[in-house]
């Protein structure tokens, strides 16, 4: 065990940072003498990590093209939608959606979206062209909290990934989840460290994200869509289109 490790800096992307800290905390704390956790958007980490000012990197970036590095890859993390409950009344409970009901839904009820300066704000720009999917956007936010407000209060919907969603698991009422073309869209969360400077602690860091998620997120996450199946979150199990 590296119990001698005094201090280890982590930097995650805000979904996983929230979602995951408590219990990554009582996991490493008999690992390290002293555990930061930073979280910020993928841009913010990434120049944190280049700069030292963290020592391991959880996003949605793998940094191929830099050397002396080890990866480690944590799972997809696909794209869904939610929608104010009034939307699919007519819908019985648990029912998974179709891609013609989001279209419908699409077409008469404005979007809100995650802000461009961040990667599902822009990746979810991609998916609309992806999809082909014609909406009006009348509203973007900087984190999930507000986007799903926006969605319940102001009666529209909204796109963000499965691990956003686990963030606002206590505030679900109000809310629909909607099944988003198949699950054919994500983005893919790494862990990188350099190599040789972190002992055993990316890998046991990795492995207790897997643990976590499919022990403790998975779980109740089904609850609000039981077709959020493990396969779903597997990297490489499934095909994601690129333009």
């Known amino acids: 065990a590296n119990t001698g490790l005094v201090q280890c800096r982590i930097g995650m992307v805000s979904s996983c940072s929230e979602v995951f800290s408590g219990k990554l905390i009582e996991k490493l704390s008999m690992q390290t003498e002293q555990l930061t956790i930073r979280s910020g958007t993928s841009p913010i980490l990434l ?12 996003c949605d970036e793998p940094l191929l093209s830099e050397s002396g590095l080890q990866r480690f890859k944590l799972f997809r993390d696909p794209m869904i939608a939610v929608v104010a409950s009034s939307l699919t009344e007519h819908s019985k409970p648990q029912d998974k959606a179709t891609q013609a009901s989001i279209h419908e839904i699409a077409e008469y009820k404005p979007m809100v979206k995650f802000s461009r300066n961040t990667h599902l704000g822009a990746y979810s720009e991609v998916v609309l062209r992806r999809m082909h999917l014609l909406t009006q956007v009348q509203y973007e936010a900087d984190d999930t909290h507000t986007l799903t407000s926006f969605v319940k209060q102001a009666n529209m919907w909204a796109m963000l990934s499965a691990l956003s969603l686990a963030q606002v698991l206590d ?9 988003l073309d198949n699950n054919r869209h994500s983005r893919d969360l790494f862990l990188v460290s350099r190599a040789g400077e972190m002992g055993e602690i990316p890998k046991h860091l990795a492995e207790s994200f897997q643990s976590i998620f499919l022990e403790t997120v998975l779980p109740q996450l089904q609850i609000h869509a039981p077709w959020l199946d493990q396969k779903l979150f597997e990297l490489d199990a499934v095909t994601d289109p690129r333009e």
Not at 47 to 58: Q, S
Not at 171 to 179: D, N, P, Q, Y
């Open 47 to 58: 120049e944190a990590f280049m700069n030292r000012d963290i020592d391991i990197l959880v």
């Open 171 to 179: 505030r679900m009422k109000g809310l629909e989840v909607i099944e």
